[in-house]
């Protein structure tokens, strides 16, 4: 049955068969899953869900979304009485946040995974056009075929994941390019009726000549409406341009670390104006004892005696053992060797009041390090074969080379831990995981104040309270807060939401926002008043009448 057949019935209720049917001619049967078997493993979570899908499908190309969302809004029109509304994905691997847990119950899911392509790549300019099946691993292979002269950004999680789905949502990575939304433009966009618009220069032609601009100047002319679609359900963006990273003539990554934690906020303020005024460039990460120890082990439940949250004492050794501090920073240089040369030295001294242990790590130094790690661990009854593979990694985030070593930290809690790093998903290992993430200025006495409102509800519900603070822009840090539990641990999945909502509402009440949210978060955000939302919801009826995309996403 083709869609003109089915659309030319309008006197005719189309109905559920007859929706299925075509949609399986759209994607072909391997592609949609309409049985309560198939569709289980779609409606898994680091935590409970309260919606579900209850059809995913697959489509191949932009032209499949489009025939998709009309076959939808066709059955929905001659059906009064059973309506159903698109939920889409890209890569479905939002761990933490929603996993592929839709805002609405009954959802036929929609996952882009497998339209794959990349267009355009401009070996000057340094951008290129790609789809929401791209994973971060892809471009990067993609990218050093052509030579490796230009480097992406990658985040810390699975290198499968969607470069559009995080871009969408606002994520961040390691590198100068490490806020992404900040570096793309010209989306294509499918509406709820189908149809297709872009954005920016992409938008205009004249005598179908397109701007020449359109893939490095972001706002084109007019309203600059790409924000509208990140965070949001007016549209299911298709396409988009990223700008790319020079390869640096010379790369450096700087480690410091204190060892008194109450010296945080002393860190902040000494960082903050570097970062201003563009010494520090890289997304720069700072992670507190209890996140780098979960990066290297896992849980003791032995030791501990099944006590938790971690004993201070098992702590103590923990951190002897792996050579962790109270606070440990992660950043890099990109430059020429002159630039870095002046950068360190900028950087070494505005640091000194606070700390004097600070190391660069270029390419030689850890190539030293990992060819010496046993030696050194032999010596000193220090783990460097853990460390240094650790620290080899974050070193190449900061090069943008994506890496799935840190999936196994979410995994701190299970009482099995995992033999492997490759392939893990931890929706169908039931580990449990939930991030919050406020956002605040880079100011040593909000880090206080975020650090001591986390640090006391997660140990007063029994975790441990493993932070990681990013320095996002010249003025903005985030703080990541990571839930980590055990699903199988009957009661676990209840303590955990009631943790995070105590969070939520504790640093909220202090001006604490998350700067993006899980699926569970949405009922707390809700109680937040928005001057804009009457506006987005007047635009969404306006958009989307009948509600199809992703109804309730984000209190749109």
Partial sequence: MSYNNLQSKNSRRVTMN?????????????????????VAEYNLGTFPHK????????????????????????????????????STVS??????????????????????????????????????????????????????????????????????????????????????????FNNVCSFEVILADGSIINTGFKQFSKNGVVPVAADCYKWGIGPYVDGLFSQSNFGIVTKMTLWLMPKPEHFEAFFISIKDEDKIADLIDALQPLKLNGIIK??????????????????????????????ESIKNTLKKKFMVNAWSVSGAFYGTKAEVKVWKKILKQAIKPVTTDIKFIDQSTLNLAMKFKGILSLFTGIDFNTNIPLLEKVFRLKQGIPTNYFIPSTYWRKKTPPNTIDGLDPTQDNVGLL????????????????????????????????????????????????????????????????????????????????????????????????????????????LDPENLLSPKKYNI
């Avoid at 007859?18 to 198939?38: C, K, M, P, R």
């Avoid at 209850?54 to 939808?72: C, D, G, L, M, R």
């Avoid at 880090?447 to 320095?471: C, D, F, H, R």
């Fill in 18 to 38: 007859n929706l299925i049917s075509l949609l399986t001619t759209i994607v072909g049967t391997d592609y949609i899953f309409t049985s309560s078997e198939q």
């Fill in 91 to 180: 890569s479905g691997k939002n761990w933490g946040y929603s996993a592929q847990e839709p805002s609405f119950d009954n959802a036929i899911l929609m996952k882009l995974s497998r339209i794959k392509q990349l267009d355009d790549y401009d070996h000057k300019q340094g951008t290129i056009t790609l789809t929401p099946g791209i994973t971060q691993q892809e471009l990067y292979d993609y990218l050093q075929e052509q030579g490796g002269k230009f480097w992406m950004d990658a985040t810390g999680s699975s290198p499968e994941c969607s470069i559009i789905g995080n871009t969408m949502e606002r994520g961040f990575g390691h590198t100068e390019y490490g806020d992404h």
């Fill in 435 to 542: 991030w919050l993430a406020p956002i605040a200025p880079i100011d040593g006495q909000h880090v206080k104040t975020m650090v001591k409102i986390i640090n006391a509800i997660q140990i007063k519900y029994g975790y441990e309270p493993g932070l990681s603070i990013t320095l996002l822009t010249e003025r903005t840090l985030d703080c990541v807060v990571s839930l980590v539990y055990d699903r199988d641990i009957e009661g676990e999945d209840v303590k955990a939401l009631a943790c995070h909502d105590e969070m939520f509402e504790e640093l909220t009440n202090e001006g604490y926002f998350p700067y993006r949210l899980s699926s569970h978060a949405h009922e707390a955000f809700s109680e937040i008043e928005s001057s804009l939302s009457p506006v987005l919801r007047s635009l969404k009826q306006q």
């Fill in 282 to 311: 890289s997304s720069a990460h700072i992670g507190n004892d209890h996140k780098a120890i979960q990066a290297l082990s896992f849980y003791p439940w032995k030791k501990a005696k099944n006590q938790t949250p971690l004993p």
């Fill in 51 to 86: 919606n579900k899908n209850k059809i995913v499908i697959k489509p191949a190309s932009t032209e499949q979304v489009q025939q998709i969302v009309k076959a939808i809004n066709q059955y929905n029109l001659s059906n009064d009485d059973s309506k159903f509304s698109i």
